[in-house]
């Protein structure tokens, strides 16, 4: 691959915590995406300015949301990525407020910024228990379906509530970076 036909996958970091587990896991998936040959960035959705959605179907009714925000540049940069990867943590068994704000947002979007685009899901969490991540994983299943994305892969890091402690869960990093690399080679 080379110059313009490079895959482009983006990363979406949902989590406010700065070199946290799930900006380490996003990282991690982007390096295996990179070293499968694909083009990459990164965005901090806390260093965004994200609002709420308001829920007055103004995006339905005039065809543009009536938050004035970050929104609508990021979903326009969203468009030229085929493959995203979205991380977040689990905040009393949903995503983080950043993160769920971001998806809110997503139902006055264009749906063809959506349709046909892989996925790559990663979630960590405080509590040892996978069960922990179901809600945010059967929403994002639910959101995927009715919007025509394919989620190629999940990966739960379970038991990493302390900054930086996925780093001593290998077999999570190497699941993540190998997601990176099959999500790319496969859409080649």
Known sequence: MGGTNRMRVLGI???????GNTEILVDEILAGATEAGADTEKI????????????????????????????????????SYPIWVLGTPVYWWGPSAQFKAFIDRWYGANQ??????????????????????QHIVGMLND???????????????????????????????????QAGRDAVEGDN
């Open 143 to 177: 959101i995927a379906d009715y919007l025509g994305m394919d989620i190629a892969a999940t990966v739960l890091a379970p038991g990493v509530h302390k900054r930086g402690a996925v780093r001593e869960h290998q077999q999570v990093l190497d699941a993540a970076h």
């Open 44 to 79: 901090i959705l806390n260093e965004l300015n994200i609002l709420p959605c308001q829920a007055c179907d103004a995006c339905k009714d005039g065809g543009e949301c009536v938050q004035e925000d970050d929104m609508s540049e990021l979903l326009t940069q969203m468009e």
């Open 13 to 19: 970091v949902g989590s406010p915590r700065r070199g």
């Open 112 to 133: 063809a910024v959506f349709k046909g685009r892989t996925i790559i899901v990663t979630i960590p969490m405080g509590s040892g228990n996978n069960k922990i991540a």
